[in-house]
């Protein structure tokens, strides 16, 4: 394990509401041979778990070569296993995400050479503006979306957005319709449900507006609504089939949202998530009166 150092000090500890507290010969576990007194005096504050702490004296430091003893003091190893898997697209200037719709363009506010007027000698900041339609990248429907009297974006509960259990339904290459069937097999209650179809390959060309684009059959959504789905997700260009013979119709949209479901579309990357034995987060701001926004979708997994 190498060179382990702890350090033997003594301390004054002074509190924000009254009181105090003396320690000597007090000893903690560091991860090198230095540490400041700075450091020190946080670590100290930390290792007790100490409130209100207003100041911290250090004196008579020594360092010790010593095998560490344990604690809160050093720093430790990374949950094994766990992992986070993104599943968004990027949001960059110009990029389309459905054909003929606005591109997204991103600009400078305030540039960092502009803010040095603003703030002290060698103090800049960089702001930047987007000017966005809401489609745009991997986003989530609310009810508003569709419906009128339907939630917006600040009235989507929580759990229907943030560390749902999920499960992945995989559709074979060259299938276009997700049909009730296709989704008898998986157990979707309270679940985010994500439609893996690879379509989100073809992202940002021609081909991902083509007609034959995977979707969600009307009859399918209205099995998920049945079995208390929380959430439905896809890696197409929409949730409903978007070719001129639907003649506009958007079944999963209605059936999905009427029932409170939200829909997250344009997602990425479903191919590294194992069928179920994740967490699936994918929250837009609270933003009043919009029914649709970006977000950052992401799984998170554990051994």
Do not use: C
């Not at 986070?84 to 949001?91: D, G």
């Not at 449900?193 to 989100?200: K, N, Y």
Request: proline letters at 8%; a negative charge; aromatic letters at 6%.
């Amino acid at each position: 394990m190498g060179d382990q150092w702890r350090v033997q000090f003594d301390a004054e500890v002074s509190f924000a509401n009254g009181g105090g507290l003396r320690t000597e010969g007090f000893r903690l576990d560091i991860p090198g041979r230095e540490i400041t007194d700075q450091d020190l005096a946080a670590l100290l504050v930390r290792h007790l778990g100490l409130l209100l702490v207003a100041d911290v004296r250090i004196s008579a430091k020594t360092i010790i070569e010593e095998p560490h003893k344990g604690g809160r003091g050093v720093a430790a190893e990374p949950r094994a296993g766990r992992r986070l898997v993104e599943l968004s697209q990027v949001i960059s200037d110009g990029m389309t995400t459905l054909p003929d719709w606005p591109a997204p363009r991103i600009t400078d506010w305030l540039t960092r050479e502009a803010s040095r007027e603003r703030y002290a000698p060698g103090v800049e900041f960089h702001v930047a503006r987007i000017d966005m339609i809401a489609n745009t990248g991997t986003y989530l429907d609310a009810p508003a979306h569709r419906w009128a009297d339907g939630p917006d974006l600040t009235g989507v509960p929580l759990d229907r957005l943030a560390d749902l259990p999920g499960v992945v339904v995989r559709v074979p290459a060259g299938v276009r319709a997700v049909d009730r069937l296709m989704l008898a097999p998986y157990e979707v209650a309270g679940r985010a449900v994500l439609l893996h179809t690879g379509w989100d390959a073809h992202f940002g060309t021609e081909r991902y507006g083509a007609p034959e684009a995977p979707y969600l059959t009307g009859d399918a959504a209205q099995a998920l609504v049945d079995a208390g789905a929380a959430l439905v997700g896809i890696d197409s260009i929409n949730i409903d089939d978007m070719s001129p013979a639907a003649g506009g119709e958007r079944p999963a949209h209605s059936t999905l949202l009427a029932a409170g479901i939200p829909i997250v579309e344009h997602l990425s990357g479903l191919a590294a998530l194992p069928p179920e034995g994740f967490r699936f987060t994918a929250a837009p701001p609270r933003i009043a009166g919009m029914g649709t926004f970006p977000v950052r979708a992401f799984a998170t997994l554990d051994a």
